[in-house]
């Protein structure tokens, strides 16, 4: 099988990582529509290989990415965002089932910051800068930002951030919620990297199944998702890995996972 080209990122794997770089850079990786195409492409394919177990997503030293697109969006009117059904193909990102890290580093604003929490874990370099400044666009956030913003980092600062468009930097990112952890810009990629791979290195059943089960929080009643729970977890006795991996517990020694 050929390998596809993309224009606007650069795909690679290795050691059960996926990973998506943008590669905008005159444009600070803002997300036009063939950006978002690919970006949205080469993620669907790791995801259905059943040897990626976590896919990285980054962007450059400068920018994890600048928003959508402003110069392809100014001149479109609103039956053409309609028909086209602008941002509606991030609901396939969204939708992934491998687990995506995402490496943060310069600015993550507008479509940037929504791309962020859309990923799992999201790992920030000190210098990240995020922000929803859409409202001094005169618009409002359109890839998900008022709706995860507001549950990941609570009503007081999504409302903040997406009224004022200020940024927030990596350390107050982190307080609010959105990020998982901020290290050293230096060390963004090395740290990327391995919490990916330490994730790829997991029964991918299991990991793909956590997923889905911590992100049906935002979605279901308390009871209903403690069910959810409990099945989920009663389904991976289904699996050869839940055998291998409790095996390997009591001899005492590494599991050596199967995905299945
Ligand atoms: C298109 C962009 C862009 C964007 C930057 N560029 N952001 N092009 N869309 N979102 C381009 C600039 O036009 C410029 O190209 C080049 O990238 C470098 O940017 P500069 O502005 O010269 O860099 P700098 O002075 O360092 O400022 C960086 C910045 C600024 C603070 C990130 O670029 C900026 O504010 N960008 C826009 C951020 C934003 O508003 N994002 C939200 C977009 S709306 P040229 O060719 O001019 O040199 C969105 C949500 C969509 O994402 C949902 C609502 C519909």
Redesign the pocket.
Same mark, same amino acid.
């Given at each position: 099988m050929t390998e596809p080209t993309y224009a606007t990122i650069k795909v690679s794997s290795a050691k059960r990582v996926g990973r998506i770089q943008l590669n905008r850079p005159? /444009? +600070?990786n803002?997300l036009d529509e063939r950006t978002m195409d690919e970006v949205v492409a080469a993620a669907t394919a790791f995801d259905a290989d059943d040897s990626v177990g976590a896919i990285l997503l980054a962007g450059s030293q400068k /920018?994890f990415a /600048?928003? /959508?697109? %402003?110069?392809e969006?100014v001149d479109k009117s609103a039956a053409e965002m309609r028909a086209a059904d602008w941002?509606r193909r991030w609901e396939d990102f969204a939708a992934l089932r491998t687990p995506v890290v995402a490496a943060v580093s310069g600015?993550a +604003?507008?479509?940037g910051c929504e791309l962020a929490l859309m990923a799992d874990v999201v790992i920030a370099g000190s210098g990240a800068t995020f922000g929803q400044?859409?409202i001094? +666009?005169g618009? %409002?956030?359109?890839?998900g930002g008022s709706q995860r913003l507001a549950r990941s980092a609570g009503k007081a600062k999504a409302m903040d951030m997406i009224l004022t468009g200020r940024h927030v930097d990596a350390a107050e990112a982190e307080r609010m919620g959105m990020v998982s952890r901020v290290v050293e810009d230096g060390e963004l990629e090395a740290e990327a990297k391995t919490v990916a791979e330490l994730i790829a290195s997991k029964s991918k059943p299991a990991t793909q199944v956590a997923k889905e089960t911590v992100a049906a929080a935002f979605e279901t009643p308390l009871q209903q998702g403690l069910l959810l729970e409990r099945r989920q977890f009663h389904a991976l006795f289904s699996t050869e890995d839940q055998a291998e991996g409790m095996a390997a517990f009591q001899e005492k020694r590494k599991p050596r996972w199967q995905h299945r």
């Amino acid at each position: 099988m050929t390998e596809p080209t993309y224009a606007t990122i650069k795909v690679s794997s290795a050691k059960r990582v996926g990973r998506i770089q943008l590669n905008r850079p005159a /444009a +600070l990786n803002a997300l036009d529509e063939r950006t978002m195409d690919e970006v949205v492409a080469a993620a669907t394919a790791f995801d259905a290989d059943d040897s990626v177990g976590a896919i990285l997503l980054a962007g450059s030293q400068k /920018a994890f990415a /600048a928003g /959508a697109d %402003i110069k392809e969006m100014v001149d479109k009117s609103a039956a053409e965002m309609r028909a086209a059904d602008w941002f509606r193909r991030w609901e396939d990102f969204a939708a992934l089932r491998t687990p995506v890290v995402a490496a943060v580093s310069g600015y993550a +604003l507008g479509g940037g910051c929504e791309l962020a929490l859309m990923a799992d874990v999201v790992i920030a370099g000190s210098g990240a800068t995020f922000g929803q400044p859409e409202i001094n +666009l005169g618009v %409002i956030p359109g890839m998900g930002g008022s709706q995860r913003l507001a549950r990941s980092a609570g009503k007081a600062k999504a409302m903040d951030m997406i009224l004022t468009g200020r940024h927030v930097d990596a350390a107050e990112a982190e307080r609010m919620g959105m990020v998982s952890r901020v290290v050293e810009d230096g060390e963004l990629e090395a740290e990327a990297k391995t919490v990916a791979e330490l994730i790829a290195s997991k029964s991918k059943p299991a990991t793909q199944v956590a997923k889905e089960t911590v992100a049906a929080a935002f979605e279901t009643p308390l009871q209903q998702g403690l069910l959810l729970e409990r099945r989920q977890f009663h389904a991976l006795f289904s699996t050869e890995d839940q055998a291998e991996g409790m095996a390997a517990f009591q001899e005492k020694r590494k599991p050596r996972w199967q995905h299945r």
